[in-house]
T-cell receptor
Framework: DVKVTQSSRYLVKRTGEKVFLECVQD?????MFWYRQDPGLGLRLIYF???????EKGDIPEGYSVSREKKERFSLILESASTNQTSMYLC???????????????FGPGTRLTVT | DAKTTQPPSMDCAEGRAANLPCNHS???????VYWYRQIHSQGPQYIIH???NNETNEMASLIITEDRKSSTLILPHATLRDTAVYYC?????????????FGKGTLLTVNP
């Protein structure tokens, strides 16, 4: 079974703190994703990585950065946390297959981040 | 504009088949139909996908009409743990970042 793990299920941070969210997948997938999910707004893509050290901005990258130093690990960094970054953060991974079936994504359990 | 239309909610008795419909009348030739579900407070879970042929795996079956304008996800023997929001998603091949766009989905409630 594909396993995507996230470092924390719940996290509480203060405004202005630097926050690291870690994600690890064990299936040798090329693609990794960070989404956030908010009521009424659905899932929104923050960043996408298609290879080690490669990244692409999603729909809402402002206030976030990412790091992918190893294939299995994709980190999301909130440079200076703000209250509007309170959300559920979801990491996912997928295999790169010719024909574009990278939409078969496997999600972690999520990290519920509260910024006070 | 939403690519798919799903009923907001459905009920199913435990042990019976759950048939979840999805309309995607504007689907184009290179677009796949994907199904995900999300159990409360968990991450979304991939279920199945198909292009034009019917598909079956250990979780569910996917029936796509011949004109590809609609599909049905079938959970053959629903259990209480299948209570979740089910999302039907249409995406094409060769996307630049494989962003999944979840609509409102169908809340399936399996009753004892």
């Amino acid at each position: 079974d594909v396993k995507v793990t996230q470092s924390s299920r719940y996290l509480v941070k203060r405004t202005g703190e630097k926050v690291f969210l870690e994600c690890v997948q064990d299936m040798d997938h090329e693609n990794m994703f960070w989404y956030r999910q908010d009521p009424g707004l659905g899932l929104r893509l923050i960043y996408f990585s298609y290879d080690v050290k490669m990244k692409e901005k999603g729909d809402i990258p402002e206030g976030y950065s990412v790091s992918r130093e190893k294939k299995e690990r994709f980190s999301l960094i909130l440079e200076s946390a703000s209250t509007n970054q309170t959300s559920m953060y979801l990491c996912a991974s997928s295999l790169e297959v010719a024909g574009g079936t990278g939409y078969e994504q496997y999600f972690g359990p999520g990290t519920r981040l509260t910024v006070t | 504009d939403a690519k798919t239309t799903q009923p907001p909610s459905m009920d199913c008795a435990e042990g019976r088949a759950a048939n979840l419909p999805c309309n995607h009348s504007t689907i184009s030739g290179n677009e796949y139909v994907y199904w995900y579900r999300q159990i409360h407070s968990q991450g979304p879970q991939y279920i199945i996908h198909g292009l034009k042929n019917n598909e079956t795996n250990e979780m569910a079956s996917l029936i796509i009409t011949e004109d590809r304008k609609s599909s049905t996800l079938i959970l053959p023997h629903a259990t209480l743990r299948d209570t979740a929001v089910y999302y039907c998603i249409v995406e094409g091949s060769g996307g630049s970042n494989y962003k999944l766009t979840f609509g409102k989905g169908t809340l399936l409630t399996v009753n004892p």
